[in-house]
């Protein structure tokens, strides 16, 4: 083999031996980009796949019966009546239309949730791949996200919880894809009507995303206002039309409830102090207390030192080690979110000793702050030059986030949240009960505990499900007691 030049012709032995190495070098990194990115991609798509799945195998619980015989049921009672904090009106909306086009599907109810999850798994994704610059830590902080128990079944069950969530990590994943843009007048107008819309459908759903919300929308334009230096009018004027548009939209929507919707703000339903709030979030939302006790020992303490590593990285994000971080404006608005989010949360309890309701209100707040982790995480491994310490480092980082993971994944056909899990056996029961009998109305007996798995079943009837509730004195072929779904089948 011989090479030109200077244009002459040199003998192979005084050309150096540097065509394999390049391609060595280059082929590893892009390897293990391409693997990185196809484990990312898997699991957007397990979690799509499993929330559909359990989406149409878990019966029909309580909350959503409700709202498909009270609200949803027309579209004159899901924009007018308002009894009770149960109306997500957007959700029931979307039922309405749900069961003119899919209402031959016993789960139809639950087909519009399950297309705001798959925004909401999307958003996540991507938030994950603009903060996080290593592409292997990625895959430990989405799984997280994605298969928590709490995040994972509030996603795809027929309320609001899961517009609400693809709506405010939209518009963070939104606020994120802006920094890839230039600056310019067509782009801010553009960011006014994704965030009007993005404000619409989380506050439609969830009137408690608006903490949240208010947040976001500062962050977003906030940035906007400092990139755009001579243009800082028009952004005000844009963040004003964002305002506009959400207070004339979500004002329509509540005009005909919206005394209702103040009256039983003031009651307070699910009202608990904001200690005890916290409290139970910790002891069963975040760890879920049915589980080993020495793995829920374990899960515990790998988080808190997860945190305490995630502080670090924080630290050197804010100090001089982080000027060459590439991403580390996009970290910063992520931890500005989460941290003004969580102190708005914390003020408003404590402060001001306001109620905060139930903890899945506030269930925007888990993805945010686990994408800050992960962003901070991302920051101290940045430290390590060695490119192996770095692999090691990521590795330990997967091996905390596992127990926690392992701990806390959802169950495969229950809804592992306080009681539902009784309620959410319900299609099982019925579906054996019809195989044996398709004619025969069975007589139904609960346990006080179990009343509202009963009246969650009635769903079901409109589907040729024949049963009745028997009376307290009266003969009955099937009483429910605490029994799991794994017996039944």
């Known amino acids: 083999m011989c090479a030109v030049e200077a244009g002459g012709l040199l003998p192979r032995a005084s050309v150096p031996e540097i065509e394999d190495s390049p391609q060595k070098a280059y082929a590893n990194p892009l390897m293990s980009r391409r693997i990185a990115s196809a484990l990312l991609v898997s699991i957007a798509l397990a979690a799509i796949v499993l929330r559909a799945a359990k989406a149409h195998t878990t019966g029909i619980l309580y909350d959503e019966a409700v709202t498909w015989f009270t609200y949803a049921s027309s579209l004159e009672a899901a924009l007018t009546r308002y009894d009770s904090?149960?109306?997500?009106?957007?959700?029931?909306?979307?039922?309405?239309?749900a069961h003119g086009l899919f209402g031959g599907y016993e789960h139809f109810i639950r087909i519009p949730s399950m297309l705001a999850s798959f925004g909401f798994v999307l958003a996540c994704a991507y938030a994950s791949t603009r903060i996080i610059s290593d592409r292997w830590l990625r895959l430990p902080v989405l799984a997280v996200i994605l298969f928590h128990f709490f995040v994972f079944d509030m996603s795809y069950l027929a309320r609001g919880y899961s517009f609400a969530l693809a709506a405010s990590l939209g518009a963070l994943a939104f606020t994120l894809w802006l920094e890839t843009r230039p600056a310019s007048r067509g782009l801010l107008w553009l960011t006014a009507c994704v965030m009007a819309l993005c404000n619409f459908v989380a506050l439609g759903s969830m009137l408690t995303s608006v903490l949240a919300m208010l947040v976001l929308n500062a962050v977003c334009f906030g940035r906007l206002f400092v990139r755009m230096r001579e243009s800082r009018v028009l952004v005000v004027q844009a963040a004003a039309v964002a305002l506009l548009l959400t207070l004339a939209a979500s004002g329509a929507l509540y005009s005909s409830v919206l005394d209702d919707v103040v009256r039983h703000g003031s009651r307070g339903q699910g009202a608990i102090s904001a200690s005890e709030f916290f409290q139970t979030l910790l002891d069963e939302r975040l760890f879920e207390p049915l589980g080993d006790p020495d793995l829920r020992r374990l899960a515990t303490r790998s988080v808190a030192v997860l945190v305490a590593a995630a502080l670090l990285g924080l630290a050197a994000l804010c100090s001089g080690f982080g000027r060459s971080d590439e991403r580390r404006v996009e970290k910063a608005l992520v931890w500005i979110v989460a941290l003004s989010t969580l102190a708005g949360t914390l003020f408003y309890g404590f402060v001001l000793e306001r109620s905060l309701g139930h903890q899945r209100n506030h269930l925007s707040l888990y993805p945010m702050i686990w994408l800050a982790l992960g962003a901070a995480l991302d920051s101290l491994i940045a430290l390590v030059?060695?490119?192996?310490?770095?692999?090691?480092?990521?590795?330990?980082?997967?091996?905390?986030?596992?127990?926690?993971v392992a701990l806390n994944l959802p169950d495969a056909r229950e809804v592992k949240f306080n009681y539902w899990w009784r309620q959410s056996n319900g299609r099982s029961i019925l579906r054996r009960?019809?195989?044996?009998?398709?004619?025969?109305?069975?007589?139904?007996?609960?346990?006080?505990?179990?009343?509202?798995?009963?009246?969650?079943?009635?769903?079901?009837?409109?589907?040729?499900?024949?049963?009745?509730?028997?009376?307290v004195d009266e003969e009955f072929d099937l009483i429910l007691f605490d029994l799991p779904q794994r017996y039944i089948e």
Not at 85 to 97: D, E, K
Not at 385 to 403: D, I, K, M
Not at 443 to 448: G, N
Request: glycine letters at 6%.
């Open 433 to 471: 009960l019809h195989a044996q009998d398709p004619e025969r109305v069975w007589a139904i007996k609960a346990v006080p505990k179990h009343r509202f798995a009963l009246y969650a079943m009635q769903y079901y009837q409109q589907f040729g499900y024949r049963f009745r509730k028997a009376g």
């Open 385 to 404: 030059r060695s490119q192996p310490l770095r692999g090691v480092a990521v590795v330990v980082v997967g091996l905390l986030v596992a127990p926690y």
């Open 85 to 97: 904090t149960n109306n997500h009106l957007l959700n029931s909306i979307a039922i309405w239309a």
